[in-house]
């Protein structure tokens, strides 16, 4: 056995990839059994991308440098008027002048 295979990660990674798909096809086989949603769950269901996308950008954007920050102000503005493709090409090519072009 090498020194990188250690049984206890892969015990490790294969207990997670369960959990992992019993959450995923448990909420699938829960909504199919529904007659009806109830408003409160498919309102909180809506909610959903909202606050992965929020995890995602706030710690970037509080404990972030300047180039961040001005990036995600940035795309925020780009976003409310123009597609999510541009928005994020966009965003790309803000981070990497902010970087290359003035080294923040």
Same mark, same amino acid.
């Given at each position: *056995?090498?020194?990188?295979? +250690? #049984?206890? *990660?892969?015990? #490790? @990674?294969?207990?997670?990839?369960?959990? /992992?798909?019993? /959450?995923?096809?448990? %909420?699938?086989? #829960?909504? !199919?059994?529904?007659? !009806? *949603?109830?408003?409160?769950?498919?309102?909180?269901?809506?909610?959903?991308?909202?606050? $992965?996308?929020?995890?995602?950008? &706030?710690?970037?954007?509080?404990?972030? %440098?300047?180039? $961040?920050?001005? !990036?995600? &102000?940035?795309?925020? $503005? @780009? %976003?409310?008027?123009?597609?999510?493709?541009? /928005?994020? $090409?966009?965003?790309?090519? @803000?981070? #990497?002048?902010?970087? +290359? %072009?003035?080294?923040?």
């Amino acid at each position: *056995m090498s020194d990188q295979f +250690h #049984l206890d *990660m892969v015990l #490790l @990674i294969l207990a997670s990839a369960i959990v /992992t798909y019993l /959450t995923r096809i448990g %909420g699938y086989v #829960l909504i !199919t059994r529904l007659k !009806t *949603m109830p408003p409160r769950l498919e309102a909180a269901l809506n909610a959903v991308p909202a606050a $992965v996308l929020t995890t995602l950008w &706030a710690p970037a954007f509080v404990y972030g %440098g300047y180039d $961040v920050k001005i !990036t995600i &102000a940035a795309a925020l $503005v @780009i %976003g409310l008027r123009y597609s999510q493709i541009v /928005t994020i $090409v966009a965003a790309l090519a @803000i981070i #990497l002048l902010l970087r +290359h %072009g003035f080294g923040l």
